[in-house]
């Protein structure tokens, strides 16, 4: 699991970084309340990487997916990309979960499978 979450936060760590360039073009916005959030949320994203398996790890990853969806009220590009990557991080979460499974099984019957060297 820790792998294909850790790859679906680092594209959203990049989609984070060019969406703070396009929210800087607003003139309502700050340039450095723009990249206070936008590092804020990219350092997360690489903090997730590393505690993905952690209990809570995939709830602040899905703390992160709401997140990107409501910049969506800044830059509306990302209400889409928010979208893509939420589905992402389900994709990542559901399928890294069977993975593991199938790795433990995996593990467990070579294990057993193996004479011991007595």
């Given at each position: 699991?820790?792998?294909?979450?850790?790859?679906?936060?680092?594209g959203e760590?990049f989609?984070?970084g060019?969406?703070?360039?396009?929210?800087?073009?607003?003139?309502?916005?700050?340039?450095?309340?723009?990249w206070?959030?936008s590092?804020?949320?990219m350092?997360l994203?690489?903090?997730?990487?590393?505690?993905?398996?952690?209990?809570?790890?995939?709830a602040?990853?899905?703390?992160?997916?709401?997140?990107?969806?409501?910049?969506?009220?800044?830059?509306?590009?990302?209400?889409i990309?928010?979208?893509?990557?939420?589905?992402?991080?389900?994709?990542?979460?559901?399928?890294?979960?069977?993975?593991?499974?199938?790795?433990?099984?995996?593990a467990?019957?070579?294990?057993?499978?193996?004479?011991?060297a007595?």
């Open positions: 699991m820790r792998t294909l979450c850790s790859s679906t936060l680092i760590f989609v984070i060019f969406a703070g360039l396009v929210a800087m073009k607003d003139p309502d916005l700050s340039m450095s309340t723009v206070t959030v590092g804020i949320a350092f994203c690489v903090l997730l990487c590393g505690v993905v398996t952690r209990p809570g790890g995939v602040l990853g899905w703390a992160l997916q709401i997140a990107l969806i409501a910049s969506g009220f800044i830059v509306s590009t990302m209400f990309l928010g979208v893509i990557f939420a589905a992402l991080w389900w994709a990542s979460v559901h399928y890294g979960r069977k993975v593991d499974e199938a790795k433990a099984r995996f467990a019957q070579s294990d057993s499978s193996t004479p011991d007595a």
